[in-house]
């Protein structure tokens, strides 16, 4: 008798991929129980399509500078999303804006992450804008995607804190490694059907998730 087959994931990429390659790393050692069925991008020259490709995932890229709009571009994305019978879909340093074309057939089954404690510095230059606030700290949120721009409701969170002489680059190198670690471990709460979205409410073991994320330590 054949085992079941592992929950598909697709993972959407603008760049180089570094959290693909998280994905990539917990598929294969078996801490994420799931299979990654595509990777898409809308960059066509996105490294991260080369890093799929060498792992044997299937990559694509639709090009948003070819359509006519957000919600045609979207419209493209959902179908080979549907193509491939995705369960959950992963925005990892995704760059674009998404419209209700992708996020109604998907709500609930779409995962993002932001390089903040949200609902600190949605948008644009996290880093630098927790270090001219003064902050004690910065860090990662893993979030269900919603209408609301990086306004989600948060799953889990992971603190870094910020240190004497830290610049942009430095504390988001830091704040990377920490992305790395919590966001196969969102998914695998996901996959193992722990993780729901409920209204507005994001649910673990049926239980509601803080408004801030688990704190993951």
Do not use: K
Request: aromatic share 4%; hydrophobic share 40%.
């Amino acid at each position: 008798m054949s085992a079941p087959e592992r929950p598909r994931l697709a993972v959407l990429i603008s760049g180089r991929g570094t959290n693909l390659q998280a994905f990539i790393d917990a598929c294969n050692d078996g801490t994420l129980p799931a299979h990654i069925s595509l990777v898409l991008s809308n960059n066509p020259d996105a490294a991260g399509l080369q890093r799929a490709e060498q792992a044997g995932i299937t990559a694509r890229s639709i090009n948003h500078r070819e359509f006519d709009s957000r919600e045609a571009f979207d419209e493209a994305l959902v179908q080979e999303l549907r193509a491939h019978c995705v369960d959950l879909v992963i925005l990892a340093g995704f760059m674009r804006i998404l419209t209700p074309v992708l996020i109604e057939p998907f709500l609930g089954r779409l995962l993002n992450i932001h390089p903040s404690l949200l609902p600190n510095y949605p948008g644009l230059n996290t880093h630098q804008r927790a270090l001219d606030a003064g902050d004690a700290e910065a860090g990662a949120t893993v979030h269900f995607v919603t209408e609301e721009l990086d306004g989600g409701p948060p799953v889990i969170q992971a603190r870094v804190p910020i240190r004497p002489g830290d610049t942009a680059d430095s504390l988001a190198s830091r704040v990377a490694e920490q992305e790395h670690v919590i966001y196969p471990i969102a998914a695998r709460w996901f996959v193992q059907g722990r993780l729901s979205l409920s209204g507005q409410q994001a649910m673990l073991d049926g239980n509601p998730i803080p408004a801030t994320g688990i704190d993951h330590t």
